[in-house]
T-cell receptor
Framework: GAVVSQHPSWVICKSGTSVKIECRSL??????MFWYRQFPKQSLMLMAT?????????EQGVEKDKFLINHASLTLSTLTVTSAHPEDSSFYIC???????????FGSGTQLSVL | GQNIDQPTEMTATEGAIVQINCTYQ??????LFWYQQHAGEAPTFLSY????GLEEKGRFSSFLSRSKGYSYLLLKELQMKDSASYLC???????????FGGGTRLMVKP
């Protein structure tokens, strides 16, 4: 089956620094990838849709200047949390569509803790 | 827009059967997915329904009624490892977006 790799799995950073999270589709091409955010005991909240070769589409309330998304190739999308603050601490998950039913395959997630 | 409702929490006994319901009101519909998510991990795909009826896959089955905007996930012969959150998600007509329900946290007790 399709595999989506996400890196890093967890990161601890100081307030004010930037963190980059990578999402790769390993055995299929993904023209569209999705970035989700999840707080403890809550469901996935879509942050943005990442489109290869074009600008990402952000959901309402998501700051595009804070959460920079780059989808430079058909197998790689990156999310950069700029000037991170403690309230940005969360579980971030990427996904890509593929395979049978065009279902979403999820990366393993990144737990971000901002001190 | 999409509005998806499912119970927040459920508790069941090991070996028993549990049914997790999901109702949706959507502006478009092109399939319903169920995902399982263990704490701290990414969701994993369980099932997909686009036509009415029951889809069975081992201990898990999923049912869909499009006219009622209703689906359920049925888990049989519950095991302790089934303790997880179960997410219902609906895909829109364009097939681009998945909207997730709030998830149902299932606790399986001995």
């Amino acid at each position: 089956g399709a595999v989506v790799s996400q890196h890093p799995s967890w990161v601890i950073c100081k307030s004010g620094t930037s963190v980059k999270i990578e999402c790769r589709s390993l055995d299929f091409q993904a023209t569209t990838m999705f970035w989700y955010r999840q707080f403890p005991k809550q469901s996935l909240m879509l942050m943005a849709t990442s489109n290869e070769g074009s600008k990402a589409t952000y959901e309402q309330g998501v700051e595009k200047d804070k959460f920079l998304i780059n989808h430079a190739s058909l197998t790689l999308s990156t999310l950069t949390v700029t000037s991170a603050h403690p309230e940005d601490s969360s579980f971030y998950i990427c996904s890509a569509r593929g395979g049978r039913y065009e279902k979403l395959f999820f990366g393993s997630g990144t737990q971000l803790s901002v001190l | 827009g999409q509005n998806i409702d499912q119970p927040t929490e459920m508790t069941a006994t090991e070996g028993a059967i549990v049914q997790i319901n999901c109702t949706y009101q959507t502006s478009g519909f092109n399939g319903l997915f169920w995902y399982q998510q263990h704490a701290g991990e990414a969701p994993t795909f369980l099932s997909y329904n686009v036509l009415d009826g029951l889809e069975e896959k081992g201990r898990f089955s999923s049912f869909l009624s499009r006219s009622k905007g209703y689906s359920y996930l049925l888990l049989k012969e519950l095991q302790m490892k089934d303790s997880a959150s179960y997410l219902c998600a609906v895909r829109d007509n364009a097939g681009n977006m998945l909207t997730f329900g709030g998830g149902t946290r299932l606790m399986v007790k001995p």
